[in-house]
């Protein structure tokens, strides 16, 4: 979905990276309108500004708006599903059917948003409304109705092969974190018995131990950063009386479930590699709007009550606050390491021409923007993750290194000094002068020394 919406905005602005990134202004700015009109079914005009005001200024958001990323059409048909699914009290057949197909477009966009359609079944029986198999009969409706036709297509066309692309991502993800847990257990074990010189033995005791709290440590931080430092104890006095306020309106139960469901899948995603982006709290911070509303709410009481002030005054004078700490940091440049790669890319491209796709060799996330610029003008759509898996054909040895680089019809390497594996050959150590030739070297904060060779 997202690729045709780059096609679309192709066609208006004739450049790719400006289309692309057009898609995620036009989709982080829309996402705002049924976030308003969410936030306005629960609270007051005011309030439900105020809530609008802190996503549109909240930086991760507003990174992720000017990115070249799919998470802007994902949060506008998430939020979209949001304010369908408890537009009314009473859910008719048509909203739930509605909000289905808003949470299938989100998930199609990020597999993790397959979330929100499995806590909208829960949510249905936790309720205490009538008909409830009924209700999740109907709002399961165009899941069912998709997966039947995605199954019946492919015998169809395959005769009989099913592939079940990114559905079976989650069941695969948890699963590798519960082996990323056990072998970093036995991997700590193994240090215990050797420990490295100049680290006491009890260290590793106890990571071992507390192994499991470790990745609520990671969790947290980064919920810290995306949620936003100074917005944080708004979302926390929030929680204070939650349990008062769903008495009021079930619906809020809904979104409760969803945050406890995000924290819950992103604490196993730790386990995996113990990498966590702070746009992938988006999965938490999109619902947790009510709690952000009824610590708004609190907040302006507390303004009139201590500070005499009326209303209106008030209002104002959170929404400059609102301003005053988030402008510094929206208003800082980003992307530094990005424009590195952009210009590590382009270098590439220049030499190669656009008559064939470019084969590079590169570690991590920097992959899809190294091979993005250099094969930009390619008439063709070569995948950016061919070689994610890159770890497990690395080797250990150099000379079969180069070998695998020659076998893949690899000529570039961009070799990046703290992505490079600890636990490989050191490539600068090895003689890859009488191999590579070096054409160029950045440096970043984050990445260290940053070098592109071609392979003679």
Same mark, same amino acid.
Not at 276 to 293: D, K, Q, T
């Given at each position: 979905?997202?690729?045709?919406?780059?096609?679309?905005?192709?066609?208006?602005?004739?450049?790719?990276?400006?289309?692309?990134?057009?898609?995620?202004?036009?989709?982080?700015?829309?996402?705002?309108?049924?976030?308003?009109?969410?936030?306005?079914?629960?609270?007051?005009?005011?309030?439900?500004?105020?809530?609008?005001?802190?996503?549109?200024?909240?930086?991760?958001?507003?990174?992720?708006?000017?990115?070249?990323?799919?998470?802007?059409?994902?949060?506008?048909?998430?939020?979209?599903?949001?304010?369908?699914?408890?537009?009314?009290?009473?859910?008719?057949?048509?909203?739930?059917?509605?909000?289905?197909?808003?949470?299938?477009?989100?998930?199609?966009?990020?597999?993790?948003?397959?979330?929100?359609?499995?806590?909208?079944?829960?949510?249905?029986?936790?309720?205490?409304?009538?008909?409830?198999?009924?209700?999740?009969?109907?709002?399961?409706?165009?899941?069912?109705?998709?997966?039947?036709?995605?199954?019946?297509?492919?015998?169809?066309?395959?005769?009989?092969?099913?592939?079940?692309?990114?559905?079976?991502?989650?069941?695969?993800?948890?699963?590798?974190?519960?082996?990323?847990?056990?072998?970093?257990?036995? #991997? $700590? *074990?193994?240090?215990?018995?050797?420990?490295?010189? +100049?680290?006491?033995?009890?260290? @590793?005791?106890?990571? %071992? &131990?507390?192994?499991?709290?470790?990745?609520?440590?990671?969790?947290?931080?980064?919920?810290?950063?995306?949620?936003?430092?100074?917005?944080?104890?708004?979302?926390?006095?929030?929680?204070?009386?939650?349990?008062?306020?769903?008495?009021?309106?079930?619906?809020?139960?809904?979104?409760?479930?969803?945050?406890?469901?995000?924290?819950?899948?992103?604490?196993?995603?730790?386990?995996?590699?113990?990498?966590?982006?702070?746009?992938?709290?988006?999965?938490?911070?999109?619902?947790?709007?009510?709690?952000?509303?009824?610590?708004?709410?609190?907040?302006?009481?507390?303004?009139?009550?201590?500070? #005499? $002030? *009326?209303?209106?005054?008030?209002?104002?004078?959170? +929404?400059?606050?609102?301003?005053? @700490?988030?402008?510094? %940091? &929206?208003?800082?440049?980003?992307?530094?390491?990005?424009?590195?790669?952009?210009?590590?890319?382009?270098?590439?491209?220049?030499?190669?021409?656009?008559?064939?796709?470019?084969?590079?060799?590169?570690?991590?996330?920097?992959?899809?923007?190294?091979?993005?610029?250099?094969?930009?003008?390619?008439?063709?759509?070569?995948?950016?993750?061919?070689?994610?898996?890159?770890?497990?054909?690395?080797?250990?040895?150099?000379?079969?290194?180069?070998?695998?680089?020659?076998?893949?019809?690899?000529?570039?390497?961009?070799?990046?000094?703290?992505?490079?594996?600890?636990?490989?050959?050191?490539?600068?150590?090895?003689?890859?002068?009488?191999?590579?030739?070096?054409? +160029?070297?950045?440096?970043?904060?984050?990445?260290?020394?940053?070098?592109?060779?071609?392979?003679?």
């Amino acid at each position: 979905l997202n690729t045709l919406f780059i096609a679309a905005f192709f066609k208006i602005f004739g450049n790719w990276v400006t289309a692309a990134t057009a898609v995620s202004v036009c989709f982080g700015t829309l996402t705002l309108l049924p976030l308003f009109g969410l936030a306005r079914t629960f609270f007051h005009r005011e309030i439900a500004a105020l809530v609008t005001l802190v996503y549109a200024m909240t930086p991760m958001l507003v990174d992720g708006s000017v990115d070249i990323v799919r998470d802007p059409v994902y949060w506008f048909f998430a939020v979209l599903g949001f304010y369908l699914f408890t537009r009314r009290r009473q859910q008719t057949a048509t909203w739930l059917l509605l909000s289905s197909c808003a949470f299938l477009l989100a998930t199609s966009m990020r597999i993790e948003a397959i979330v929100f359609l499995l806590v909208v079944p829960l949510f249905i029986f936790l309720d205490g409304r009538e008909y409830p198999l009924r209700r999740t009969g109907i709002f399961l409706l165009p899941v069912v109705l998709i997966l039947l036709a995605g199954i019946g297509g492919q015998i169809w066309l395959h005769s009989g092969t099913i592939n079940w692309y990114r559905l079976t991502d989650i069941h695969n993800w948890i699963l590798r974190a519960f082996s990323g847990y056990e072998n970093l257990r036995l #991997s $700590l *074990k193994g240090l215990i018995r050797q420990p490295p010189a +100049g680290i006491p033995v009890e260290f @590793f005791h106890n990571v %071992k &131990n507390i192994l499991w709290f470790i990745g609520f440590g990671v969790v947290f931080q980064n919920a810290l950063e995306t949620f936003f430092y100074p917005f944080v104890p708004i979302y926390l006095i929030g929680l204070v009386g939650i349990r008062q306020r769903l008495a009021e309106d079930r619906r809020g139960l809904f979104f409760v479930l969803s945050v406890t469901a995000a924290f819950v899948l992103l604490y196993f995603f730790v386990f995996i590699d113990w990498q966590m982006e702070n746009r992938w709290l988006a999965l938490a911070l999109l619902p947790s709007f009510l709690f952000l509303g009824f610590g708004m709410e609190k907040l302006v009481a507390f303004s009139q009550r201590k500070f #005499s $002030l *009326k209303k209106g005054t008030a209002l104002v004078l959170i +929404g400059l606050l609102i301003l005053l @700490f988030t402008l510094p %940091k &929206n208003m800082q440049a980003r992307g530094d390491d990005k424009v590195i790669y952009k210009t590590i890319g382009e270098t590439i491209a220049n030499r190669e021409g656009n008559s064939r796709k470019i084969e590079i060799m590169t570690l991590g996330v920097a992959s899809r923007w190294v091979l993005f610029y250099a094969n930009q003008r390619f008439p063709g759509a070569p995948c950016p993750d061919e070689y994610f898996y890159y770890y497990e054909w690395i080797g250990d040895d150099y000379n079969r290194f180069v070998d695998a680089l020659k076998t893949r019809g690899m000529k570039y390497l961009v070799w990046e000094e703290r992505t490079w594996p600890k636990d490989r050959f050191d490539f600068i150590k090895s003689p890859y002068e009488r191999d590579f030739m070096r054409l +160029g070297s950045w440096s970043h904060p984050d990445t260290g020394e940053i070098v592109l060779f071609e392979l003679r």
